[in-house]
């Protein structure tokens, strides 16, 4: 099946075709980030109005990217949440107008899925070897989740953040830092030239029973760090803070990770969203899985980050077999992964 994709949910307007929810032919992604860079964070409306400009856009690209016409179309998936409600609701209508005029069916994706399942697509024909079941740990600016996957559609709750998400967490690091948003990358940059036992951070829940994470007071202690330091902040002294926080998060999130692998006997491990990107986790993930006897992987850094290509996989497989959604589909800014399938899910 040939079909279209489109994501909208935060600060990036995505489409991409994709074949047989594997085979990438394009993928488009038009980014906001420097417009929202001097606001200190993505701000809703103005996302909102720059999808409505980029959209039309960027889905004409992905098409002429791809090498097709709207009518070699069959079928189109949407991220429909979680995510920013007017940002997605952009996405959502265009989705809806095309299938509607093109009389093809459409299908509601969540944002997560997408993440956790993008490690299945390639542009060419090799396969990427990962079967199910398998751990996935989502973590991008709005999630750190830890999830059992048992195949696509089917998705249950193992540990999640209990305040911020770690993506989250580098951003706002980076910004007391005096780094530009979003920040994750560039910690991840510095981190690579600092020392990461300079300074002792904490490793929340680390030791606590259960998968359950907790980055603000990591977060906190770095703020207290860094109003005892010279200002401005600058040179080793701000790349070992960087390596320093980068290292705490690294350990709490892998340790987290291997632990439920070994405890719900999980042998594959999925790192996926906008944080997967991040070398030192890439690093620490690929050593410890030689140890672990657990096999990894991470999407290519483009598939990491937000972008339309990765709903392919569940698009593709619910439009296969029939599934679609109706023209009311709605939006939904939060909703569970876990209940991915429920009465919500196609109808909205
Ligand atoms: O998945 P994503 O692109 O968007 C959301 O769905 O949230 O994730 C964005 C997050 C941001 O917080 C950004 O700072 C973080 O991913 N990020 C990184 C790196 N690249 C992006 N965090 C740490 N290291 C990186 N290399
Ligand atoms: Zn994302």
Redesign the pocket.
Known sequence: MLILTVES??D?TSAAVVRDGRYILSNIIATQVDMHACYGGVVPELAARKHLESCPVVIDRALQSAGVELADIEGIAVTSGP?LIGALLVGMSAAKALAFALNIPVVGVH?IEG?ILAPFLHNDSGSCGLEFPYLALA?????THLYRVDGIGSYSLIGQTLDD????A??KV?KMAGLTY????L??KLSRSGDSNYFKFPRPMLNRPGFDFSFSGIKTAVLNQIKKLEQPLEGDLLNHLAASF?EAVVEVLSCKAFKAAQEYDLKRIVVA???A???G?RERFNYMAGTAGVEVYFPSPLL???NAAMLAVAGDYYLSRGDSSTLDLNAQANWPLQTVGGPLDKQG
């Not at 973590?139 to 999630?143: A, D, P």
């Not at 979003?182 to 990358?185: E, F, H, M, V, Y």
């Open positions: 949910s935060c990036e995510g944002h993440h973590v991008s600016g709005g999630h998400a770690a993506g989250e580098f951003d980076a979003p920040g994750g990358a910690i991840d980068q969203g906008g944080v990107c991040n070398s986790l990491c980050a937000d």
